[in-house]
């Protein structure tokens, strides 16, 4: 009688562990698409990854280089102050975009041009995503407005 009860237990255990790894397999199937890394321009000067992985880049919208084509077409350079990409993106762009501003970018790098498929800008004029804080704090580029003495 007791080797039954243990023997239960057992595959009550093993029927658990198999269950919760497919269900953490199927859980990760679902999002390989609806997860993009951060990686701030420097890091993608350094280590790039390959075309076909989609991420996000951000950073600050360098000066003079805002360039407007034909249509809704427009490239401009995106830095954190250690590196710079050039960045073309098809689209409306949000209102508060442009020159000097902070924007987060989701898209692919080919043939070193960062191709953005989604272009996210501040939404005030104090906001910018914690992701490019860190990565301009780490360059010595940001510095906080509310900060006393800036």
């Known amino acids: 009688?007791?080797?039954?009860?243990?023997?239960?237990?057992?595959?009550?255990?093993?029927?658990?562990?198999?269950?919760?790894?497919?269900?953490?397999?199927?859980?990760?199937?679902?999002?390989?698409?609806?997860?993009n890394f951060f990686r701030p321009p420097s890091e993608v000067v350094e280590n790039p990854p390959p075309p076909t992985e989609v991420f996000r880049i951000g950073g600050l919208v360098e000066e003079g280089t805002l360039v407007r084509g034909e249509g809704e077409t427009i490239s401009f350079r995106v830095t954190d102050g250690g590196a710079s990409i050039p960045v073309t993106y098809t689209g409306i762009l949000p209102d508060l975009f442009g020159e000097g501003e902070g924007m987060v970018g989701t898209g692919r790098l080919i043939d070193g041009t960062f191709e953005a498929t989604e272009i996210l800008a501040r939404h005030d004029e104090t906001y910018m995503p914690a992701e490019v804080i860190e990565a301009l704090e780490a360059q010595g580029v940001y510095r906080d407005p509310s900060a006393p003495g800036t």
């Open 1 to 35: 009688m007791r080797g039954l009860k243990k023997q239960r237990r057992i595959q009550i255990i093993m029927a658990a562990t198999a269950a919760l790894a497919l269900s953490a397999g199927l859980i990760g199937y679902a999002m390989r698409d609806g997860i």
